[in-house]
């Protein structure tokens, strides 16, 4: 793992200028009037971001009219990793329907700082009583880990701690499960 491990309550680092699919370049700030903000580091290649794909699609259209937004974030090193370049990740969000941001961090600053370790790995940020954009407020870390208790097949789910800390969070209570164990490929580092 490199840089340091979020605990639950920290501050959400911030990132800037990382490029979208959709030709655009975003930074933490352009997400200040989500109420909860889900970054996902996600890339193209790993089996248990494709089985999770539909699924985060699926969070972002239930929740993205209660001020949920997902933005997911590849950090994988292309040279290793080809099918995680830009141009593969453009080509992936288009065939999926991608409703959600995904943005390449190129230099795997944004990783670091996030202390994220693999792929698909959630991270949960919100701020007491709405969005981001009052005054000082910072969004903290109310959840991290993987999405549900079965990355293989979503009939049989029985855990769903994604969903779980969006509903608590949007009812003003505490996360039940703050943290999971996040399940999936390593982000593959940069030699």
Known sequence: MKGNKL????????FKNLPGV???????????????????????????VKAYEDRMIAVQKDYAGKGVQLVAIN??????????????????????????KYLRDADQQTAEAFGATHTPQFFVFSVEGGSASGGDQRRKLRYSGKMDDNWENSKVVKENYLRDALDALLTGKGVKTPETFSIGCTIKWKA
């Not at 605990?7 to 911030?14: G, T, W």
């Not at 950090?75 to 991608?98: I, L």
């Open 75 to 100: 950090s994988n090193d292309e040279r290793n990793y080809p099918d995680d370049n830009f141009n593969e990740m453009v080509k992936r969000a288009k065939a999926k329907g991608f409703n959600f």
């Open 22 to 48: 959709d030709g655009k370049k975003y930074s933490s700030s352009d997400f200040k009037d989500a109420s909860i903000l889900i970054i996902v580091f996600s890339c193209n290649h790993c089996p248990y």
């Open 7 to 14: 605990n639950i309550n920290d501050p959400m680092p911030e």
